[in-house]
């Protein structure tokens, strides 16, 4: 009896600790509410919402609402409103929930019903309705889009009525907009199963229809204008399959396959695959939402099963060997195909010609194919292709010859030749292989390269010399400024002005008659852009010195002064600071014309320009300074650098 009422009490205390325990968490999972602004997935309004807090993250768990409407903006213009209502249980979405969106706008007319103002308006209603267990929808999923006119839905544009089990499509389904009808069924694993009829409002019947079995497709019919036209697909068994989804990497493999067959038909309309789209697009709207808010799986995946091929480790890395070489090749090819500096070198150079010819047949029966499968690989195809059919498609005529032979016109001849690169043995277009693949695309790149060594050369030289003609031009014309300048001040300058002028004119024609003895293009090239930078230098100091008696009678101007004549009883204009204005005229302007005829270099030239203009600058500041000491100093100075110091301008001689 005492053993008894031991175990009983034991009993009790334990069940005391498990309680004490067990509420531990859940006061630490204590649930809260939130009302206030919102964003999710770009739609911003007020929500209404119930979560916990576990470990510093939000789990929403319970009521969930969020929502938005604008009065003022509908009655102004239009108003762009959504509502989103269900539940959530630890993050998931469970239980009945609904989605709406309208874009409306009214017609600013409003009535008085049951004590309430009410305002008609039009536009566009969305609504999807169903259930969710765990995140992912189950039982009978509902989206329409219904055209609303003075609040009343006047057309419909789509409506989708899919049944699910635990995220999986099951039974019928049924997906319209205003032109098209979809009809078909699934398995309980979410398979395609017998038909899927298409149906347009416009005809009788299904307008094309869709076979299933276990998700393969086995044929398409379709029906146009009461010829029924029927299309096999997968009519084999399927050594192997892979389970995917029917979308647009789906219907391109369908359509692939059928090419392979040599089929003249198109496999597809592309009205049931656009269909499909709008559906999805619709649904990952909602899944777009409710994966934002918390863990969510709504994407209504429909499956199909296709014909699989698997790669081997090897054939992956030959495959991305593959589209890199071919990128390389064809920036090649594009490169030269489009010079339109090669294109004019091929009308008079038979190499050039040969050259090019040898580029567009490699773009064409090499590169061209080889585009497709990296297409196909890029679009998640190549897999569910059988690799040897795809070959002999890829190159139906047959795979190139490593042997490329053109045709080019050599001296009014049509004459053929033939282009190989030196390692042709190499390489092997036997098998129908993901090997035989890359060789092609290797042999393609590896030909390119040897052509483009060879035309760059050309072009280089081609460019050299189209270079040289627009360096001649410009060397042309500026001789002729140069004598077009010295003619034009002809009369407005002295004779030790006409003289610097001319020397300069000689020192140009001089170096324009060495830079014609060069027969070297590089070299010739090399001395034309320096003779080009020599000759606007000898210009610009031409044009400085033809300028020199503006220059004075300006400076001229400026050192004059009113000073009061006691003899004449008035105020006279008189020149002052007579030993500045003479140091420049008889001292420096005399040494920068005497530079000039002792044979300048280009880079004295400069020197002396920016001297003259530098002087120039100087004489109008001095004209504003104390210059007492500067006059002083200037009394008995006639050597030029000596000026020059006084100045503060620089000492350096132009000419060593």
Not at 123 to 146: C, H, I, L
Not at 527 to 548: H, M, N, P
Request: overall charge negative.
């Amino acid at each position: 009896m005492n053993q008894t009422k031991i175990n009983n009490c034991l009993h009790i205390f334990c069940g005391i600790i498990l309680l004490f325990l067990l509420c531990i968490p859940m006061r630490a999972q204590e649930e809260q509410t939130y009302q206030g602004p919102l964003s999710v997935s770009g739609y911003h309004g007020d929500a209404d919402y119930t979560y916990l807090l576990v470990d510093g993250d939000t789990v929403l768990n319970g009521p969930f609402r969020l929502r938005k409407a604008n009065l003022d903006a509908l009655l102004q213009k239009q108003d762009y409103s959504f509502d989103f209502k269900g539940n959530f249980r630890n993050n998931f979405p469970v239980g009945p929930w609904r989605f709406q969106f309208g874009t409306f706008q009214s017609n600013n007319e409003s009535q008085v019903v049951d004590y309430q103002y009410r305002v008609a308006i039009s536009g566009v209603q969305e609504e999807a309705s169903g259930n969710m267990v765990n995140g992912k929808p189950d039982g009978t999923w509902q989206y329409s889009v219904n055209e609303i006119e003075d609040s009343e839905v006047s057309k419909s544009l789509f409506k989708s009525n899919i049944s699910f089990e635990n995220g999986v499509p099951q039974r019928n389904f049924r997906i319209e907009n205003d032109s098209l009808t979809l009809a078909g069924r699934f398995l309980r694993n979410g398979l395609a199963h017998d038909e899927w009829s298409l149906f347009e409002t416009t005809g009788i019947g299904a307008a094309e229809s869709w076979f299933f079995n276990d998700g393969i497709l086995r044929e398409i019919r379709n029906d146009s204008n009461g010829r029924v036209e029927v299309i096999p697909i997968y009519t084999n068994d399927l050594e192997e399959s892979k389970t995917i989804n029917l979308d647009a990497r789906y219907i391109n493999a369908v359509a692939i396959w059928q090419s392979l067959e040599r089929t003249s038909h198109p496999v597809v309309n592309g009205k049931m695959q656009r269909l499909l789209s709008e559906n999805a697009s619709y649904y990952k709207k909602i899944d777009g939402i409710l994966s934002e808010l918390g863990e969510s799986a709504f994407l209504p995946e429909f499956k199909v099963k296709v014909p699989y091929y698997p790669f081997t480790e090897t054939e992956q890395v030959q495959l991305d060997s593959i589209a890199t070489n071919f990128f390389e090749a064809k920036k090649i090819s594009d490169a030269y195909l489009e010079n339109t500096q090669l294109s004019i070198l091929k009308l008079s150079d038979s190499d050039a010609a040969y050259l090019f010819e040898v580029i567009t047949k490699i773009d064409k029966d090499y590169l061209k194919p080889i585009a497709k499968f990296v297409a196909y690989k890029n679009e998640g195809v190549v897999e569910f292709l059988p690799k040897e059919k795809l070959i002999q498609h890829l190159w139906s005529n047959g795979k190139p010859d490593k042997q490329i032979s053109v045709t080019v016109n050599l001296d009014s001849t049509m004459t053929e030749r033939a282009f190989e690169i030196d390692n042709v043995a190499d390489f092997n277009f036997v098998n129908n292989d993901v090997n035989v693949l890359k060789q092609i695309t290797d042999y393609a790149l590896h030909s390119l390269l040897k052509v483009e060594s060879l035309l760059n050369k050309k072009l280089i030289n081609q460019q050299r010399q189209q270079e040289l003609i627009a360096i001649e031009e410009d060397l042309i014309s500026k001789n002729k400024q140069l004598q077009q300048l010295i003619d034009s001040t002809n009369n407005t300058i002295s004779n030790s002005q006409k003289n610097a002028l001319q020397q300069l004119k000689q020192l140009a024609d001089n170096k324009l008659s060495d830079y014609s003895s060069i027969d070297e293009i590089k070299t010739k090239l090399d001395r034309g852009q320096e003779l080009t930078i020599c000759y606007r230098t000898f210009l610009d100091l031409a044009k400085s010195i033809s300028v020199l008696p503006e220059k004075w009678e300006s400076i001229q101007k400026n050192y004059q002064d009113r000073i009061w004549n006691p003899f004449m009883a008035t105020l006279m204009d008189e020149e002052v600071k007579k030993r500045i204005t003479g140091s420049y005229r008889r001292v420096l302007v005399p040494y920068y014309l005497e530079q000039v005829n002792t044979e300048l270099t280009c880079a004295e030239a400069k020197k002396l320009d920016l001297l003259i203009q530098s002087t120039y600058q100087r004489m109008l500041e001095l004209r504003i300074e104390n210059t007492s000491k500067l006059e002083r100093k200037l009394r008995k100075a006639t050597d030029p650098e000596v000026v020059l110091e006084l100045f503060g301008l620089t000492t350096e001689k132009p000419r060593k």
